[in-house]
């Protein structure tokens, strides 16, 4: 089976894509393209759908790079191979010929370009990371290589909707803790649940900070099983693990 890319608009002309789980050689729970080193996954399966992402993207499979994600707001600046992933949950840079990329499962997939500049980004945006800054500190990594914010265009990829998105009560505390206005991304659920729009507040973040254009794919993750990778379907199935989606961008 062929990879499946999602492409965004806005990042055009640059080689990026969301990739779907088709198109992968692992099986079972991670049937396709599983491209978490971090999962139960064999490690060979895993190396061979990174170079099948790798070659999606006209790179070496060691210039396809990826951190140690730990859900934190931390960006790091890289110029090419990596020695050992950093814990961090952002790249930028501005050298070509090395892609970008981060794993996800139902968190946001965030990729940033601003292409006259030649400066790139990429962020694993869960709520923690979203509510703590990982954007708004990739867009000021990125100004520190020579970008300018309104002319950044960034791109949310399949991520958890709202509908399929429940969450307890102190969640919505810290949201509000940290806003009050944060109460519009709260939709009341059953009993004294909720259900939180993650890609919502996403753009909210992005378009507050002055990108010059945001968007989300509209994708979600736990309503499509074939195609791509959800934590939380695989939670609520008792599945004793899941597979990783990779979306990356290169200059």
Do not use: K
Not at 65 to 77: E, G, K, M, N, R
Not at 192 to 216: C, N, S, T
Not at 225 to 239: K, L, Q
Request: net charge negative; glycine share 10%; proline share 5%.
């Amino acid at each position: 089976m062929t990879l499946e890319i999602i492409t965004a608009d806005s990042l055009a002309p640059l080689r990026h894509g969301f990739f779907t789980r088709r198109g992968g050689a692992s099986s079972g729970v991670f049937s396709g393209l599983n491209c978490g080193p971090g999962s139960s996954d064999q490690s060979e399966i895993v190396r061979i759908n990174r170079a099948r992402a790798a070659g999606a993207l006209e790179v070496p499979p060691d210039h396809l790079l990826t951190v140690h994600q730990v859900h934190s707001a931390d960006v790091v600046t890289v110029d090419g191979p990596l020695q050992d992933r950093p814990r961090a949950d952002a790249m930028v840079t501005a050298a070509p010929g090395v892609a970008l990329a981060v794993l996800t499962a139902d968190c946001q997939p965030v990729l940033f370009a601003d292409a006259e500049a030649g400066v790139i980004g990429a962020a694993h945006a869960g709520w923690r990371g979203a509510l703590d800054g990982v954007l708004e500190a990739t867009l000021d990594a990125m100004e520190a290589l020579g970008a300018q914010r309104g002319r950044i265009r960034a791109a949310i990829g399949p991520s958890i909707s709202q509908a399929a998105y429940e969450v307890g009560p102190e969640l919505l505390d810290d949201f509000m803790a940290d806003d009050p206005q944060n109460a519009r991304f709260f939709a009341n659920g059953e009993g004294d649940r909720y259900q939180f729009d993650l890609p919502g507040f996403g753009l909210h973040r992005l378009r507050a900070a002055g990108v010059g254009a945001a968007e989300w794919t509209r994708h979600c993750t736990y309503s499509d099983p074939t195609r791509f990778f959800s934590y939380r379907r695989a939670t609520h199935a008792g599945e004793a693990d899941y597979g990783r989606l990779i979306s990356a961008i290169r200059l």
